[in-house]
Every structure is written in structure tokens, then in C-alpha cells.
């Protein structure tokens, strides 16, 4: 499963977002199923985060846990000025690593 969470945060709030943020990125790596996770930010200053689970009921115990549910509503309520989330089954993976780097 990957979950592709992009958004915009209001301004002023980027200390008290970056707090919560570190612990969510710490929490849902002590899930089980939990693959892997990256962060950008655009030029724009949209954000955007990829999370990828090995399987959907991964993913469900992240969504639901308690700490992680708190942190959404929290972001809703203080963080974000707009959030789009988009969770699809990843169909394909392969990685590529070359040996003379």
C-alpha cells in the first residue's frame, strides 16, 4: 500500500508542525508492515509525503491509531491550510542498486 499525503501548511505554525511531524515519522516506523516513508517540499512549499505499508491491514493500523488519529485532527484543526491523501495498491516494486557506487 502506498499513502501519498500532500499538503500545505498555514503560515507561522512550521516549529509546532515539525515537532509533531518527527513523532508521527518515528511512531509509524514501529508499525508492523511499515516499508519505508520519504518527505519533500516544492519550491511552492507544498509538501508532500510517501508512505508505503506492506499491506492494506498495515495501513489501517497506522490510520487508526490513537496518537496518529490525534495528530490528524490536530493538523486539520491547527496545521494545514489544505491536505489531499491518495492510498493505492502498489501493483509493482523493483529496486536498482548499482554495486560500483
Known sequence: MVTVFRSRLRPGIEDA????????????EQIDGFIDQKFYISPDGERVTV??????ESHQA?????????AQ???REEFYSWY???VSQEMYSR??????L
Request: overall charge negative.
Open 62 to 70: 497506522w490510520a487508526q491509531h490513537p496518537e496518529h488519529q490525534l
Open 95 to 100: 529496486n536498482f542498486e548499482n554495486p560500483e
Open 51 to 56: 508512505v508505503r505499508f506492506r499491506d492494506i
Open 73 to 75: 485532527r490536530r493538523g
Open 84 to 86: 489531499d491523501i491518495s
Open 17 to 28: 508542525y515539525d515537532v509533531v511531524a518527527t513523532q508521527m515519522s518515528c511512531l509509524v
